[in-house]
């Protein structure tokens, strides 16, 4: 690609002939302090909560803190570049980041500048980074399915379009593997995805986009990051931005998908931003309105009525546990608001069940809406048989006799525990996760040794895919269990087995 | 009339503080029995020449080691006589209290106090000349006539902003420099090319 530089040239001669001259009015304050991402300004005595000021380096700050004699700014960018003395310049606007079709597929940093070496990101598009959430009015219910493709979440806490599901465990659960697997799944379905990664190393954040990329989802995925070596305000600011992004999908009448990976950090970055601006700590620490800042952003998240396009923002934040402590400050908070949460424990992560997930603590609190019929039929009553046994699993263990009512009921639980274990990057289409989890809750596993239940699962959908492709298309389609599908499966399941051991 | 710009910038929590409260009490004090103007004047001139020419006694007046005792007999020796009687018992007053350190704080508060008294506008104007006596006040008469109080003009020479002049009220700077003008052109020109080049871009592309 060329450019013509005399075609530059004219355009710039073009500018300078039109040029009017103006007298350039602004509001300006002097930087008293500054350090630890923020500064001190006296003067800019116009100036509005939240507005954007300039400092002569050109790096942007945000007025955060509007004192009787001064005003805490908080800097988005580098704050070694500006001096005592300085002259800050009131902008008299909202900060906002680039928006539209040329954000997808790019690494951005929180201000929407290119981090991937692709160039400039090519829009005009922009949207304000701080936005108040849509009314009641203006929503409706949520009832469309987000499909994780994870058969354990999309059988037992099923997630809709517009939901905030909460993923919260330990370090080292799978948290951020449940949330790749999600957007993974978003492949050829429309809907654009987000992952907002705060205060992280960034070699893992290398790592997610480089899966992101082998598994094909780079496509329709925008990554914003505001990894553990940037300052306290871009973490804070990150997941705000990658929700303006995400809501240009929504009100266009599109379908989003956002992951904040992790809030527990954000609420760090934003702790630290308080305390230097001298608010008084709270809980932990916490400044008085750490709540609002999680509860403003996710209610951003959104299914917007059909008069406006019936778009959804699905957001999917997570939450790191210290210790399985749930009734810490920031996750209680972070439950509280969200719909439903799944609970990633690391001694079932240990004992080889992965998703990793606490089927007794999960929920979902839009539950069987954000299903299609047939999944709701075939998984109806999973949770409670699979939250049963565990209970059992722990009286067995003492060693008593069992009836051997109670010995089948152990054995189904066995066989299940096992059949909802899946590999990562291997998400499932809905239809093939009918077919599976048909064959575990109707008993049609009984006779299977338990270590060979997984290998039977893969046969049979192997089985289904070459032999009756139609089958999978048509429950796709009707997406109920009628009797006729019901005796296909039925069927294909006792043709398959004929042929396994 | 130099005010001191760079005193500004420094961040005293304290003397911002404590400023605005002595100050207004030196005011009342002076309003009751004699000149303002003239005390303010004397004020102006202490700070501005007497401390800015001899650091040494504002630092030895600020120090908090000195007893006020000391201090109260320098400030005798020095000004009785020649300062107004009111002016030097408030600054005893201060050193008393232990606040001689706050004392620029106070005069600033308390000049910017009088100025809203009678209704005054201050002006910082930077030229890259020095202006001469009739534009000056030609250039007063304007201000005058828009802000429609009396004005009180700084001026500052600055070569860096090549020509023209920056009017600076408050927080608010009127800039009609030629460097700014040139700035203001860099941006506008910049974004159209960045457009123009965008637009070809897409050309390119399909």
């Not at chain 1, 909560?49 to 002569?56: A, D, I, L, N, Q």
């Not at chain 2, 400023?19 to 004397?42: R, T």
């Amino acid at each position: 690609m060329k450019f013509n530089s005399d075609e530059i040239a004219s355009v710039i001669q073009a500018e300078i002939q039109q040029y009017g001259s103006t007298i350039d009015v602004r509001e300006v304050g002097t930087v008293l302090e500054v350090g630890d991402g923020i500064a001190r300004v006296y003067g800019l005595s116009n100036v509005m909560s939240g507005e954007m000021v300039e400092f002569p380096s050109g790096v942007t700050g945000l007025a955060f803190n509007l004192e009787e004699k001064s005003v805490g700014v908080i800097i988005l960018g580098d704050y070694l570049s500006i001096k005592e003395g300085d002259e800050v310049r009131a902008l008299g606007k909202l900060l906002s980041v680039p928006a539209g079709d040329a954000v997808i597929g790019r690494v951005l940093d929180p201000l929407g500048n290119p981090l991937d070496g692709k160039g400039p990101v090519n829009t005009t598009i922009t949207r304000p980074v701080e936005l108040i959430a849509t009314g009641v009015a203006e929503r409706q219910p949520v009832k469309e399915p987000m499909q994780t493709g994870i058969k354990a979440i999309d059988a037992m806490t099923p997630i809709g379009r517009g939901q905030r599901e909460l993923i919260i465990g330990d370090r080292k659960t799978g948290k951020t593997a449940v949330a790749i697997d999600a957007i993974v799944n978003q492949k050829g379905k429309g809907v654009k995805c987000f992952y907002v990664a705060i205060g992280q190393k960034d070699s893992s954040v290398a790592l997610v986009i480089d899966a992101l990329e082998k598994n094909g989802a780079m496509e329709f995925t925008t990554v914003i990051v505001a990894g553990a070596s940037s300052p306290a305000p871009l973490q804070y600011v990150a997941p705000y931005a990658g929700t303006a992004m995400a809501e240009h999908f929504m009100f266009n009448g599109g379908h989003a998908l956002i992951v904040y990976d992790d809030l527990s950090k954000q609420a760090v970055a934003y702790r630290q931003l308080s305390l230097l601006m001298r608010r008084p700590p709270g809980r932990e620490a916490f400044p008085g309105d750490v709540f609002y800042c999680h509860s403003r952003l996710l209610e951003r998240s959104a299914k917007l009525s059909d008069a406006l396009g019936g778009g959804s923002i699905t957001s999917l934040p997570i939450i790191e546990t210290l210790e399985g402590e749930v009734s810490a400050y920031i996750p209680t908070n972070v439950i509280s608001i969200t719909d439903g949460q799944i609970y990633l424990q690391p001694d079932l992560f240990f004992a080889g069940i992965r998703p990793a997930m606490n089927v007794g603590i999960s929920v979902s609190r839009v539950g069987g809406n954000a299903q299609i019929k047939a999944m709701k039929k075939v998984a109806g009553g999973l949770r409670l048989d699979l939250a049963s046994f565990r209970a059992l699993e722990a009286f067995a263990q003492l060693g008593t006799d069992l009836d051997p009512q109670t010995q089948s009921k152990l054995d189904r639980g066995y066989r299940m525990v096992e059949l909802l274990k899946q590999s990562q990057y291997q998400p499932m289409d809905v239809a093939e996760q009918i077919i599976s989890i048909y064959a575990g809750t109707r008993g049609h596993l009984d006779d299977i040794a338990v270590d060979r239940v997984r290998e039977f699962e893969i046969g049979l959908l192997n089985f289904v895919r070459d032999r009756k492709p139609d089958l999978l298309v048509k429950i796709r389609e009707v997406a109920d269990l009628t009797a006729d599908i019901e005796e296909a499966i039925k069927s294909v399941i006792s043709t398959f087995k004929a042929s396994f051991r | 009339m130099s005010e001191n710009q760079k005193s500004d910038s420094a961040f005293d929590d304290e003397s911002m503080h404590v400023g605005p409260i002595y100050a207004k009490a030196l005011l009342a004090a002076v309003g009751s029995s004699g000149n303002v103007d003239a005390v303010m004047e004397q004020f102006h001139s202490l700070i501005h020449d007497v401390f800015d020419k001899q650091p040494i006694l504002e630092m030895a007046l600020a120090n908090p080691k000195l007893p006020s005792e000391e201090k109260i007999r320098v400030l005798d020796k020095a000004f009785k006589g020649k300062m107004d009687a009111t002016l030097l018992t408030f600054l005893k007053v201060v050193s008393r209290r232990g606040r001689l350190n706050a004392i620029r704080g106070i005069y600033r508060a308390a000049a910017s106090l009088r100025d809203e008294a009678v209704g005054r506008v201050r002006v910082l104007v930077t030229t890259s000349q020095p202006l001469d006596v009739a534009a000056l006040s030609s250039l007063k008469e304007k201000l005058q006539n828009l802000f429609k109080k009396e004005v009180a003009i700084t001026t500052k020479v600055d070569a860096t902003i090549l020509g023209g002049l920056i009017v600076r009220v408050g927080d608010m700077v009127f800039d009609g420099s030629v460097d700014g003008q040139l700035n203001l052109l860099k941006k506008a020109t910049l974004a159209r090319a960045e457009i123009a080049i965008r637009e070809k871009l897409s050309s390119l592309a399909s």
